[in-house]
């Protein structure tokens, strides 16, 4: 059985729930970049 999370950046729910690849935080499909394996916020830092 799958185990619901809250999103580390909105809040929402995180189903299905992602994990950032350099912070590891548990995020949801909207708040994850999955070409690049990580949330939005470390996508944005990885940006610059």
Known sequence: M???????ICGGPALP???CMLC???VCSKDFVPEKGLCR???AKAGR
Not at 2 to 8: P, S
């Open 17 to 19: 729930a992602y994990t």
């Open 24 to 26: 590891g935080s548990i």
């Open 2 to 8: 799958e185990r619901g999370a809250l999103c580390a």
């Open 41 to 43: 916020r470390c996508a």
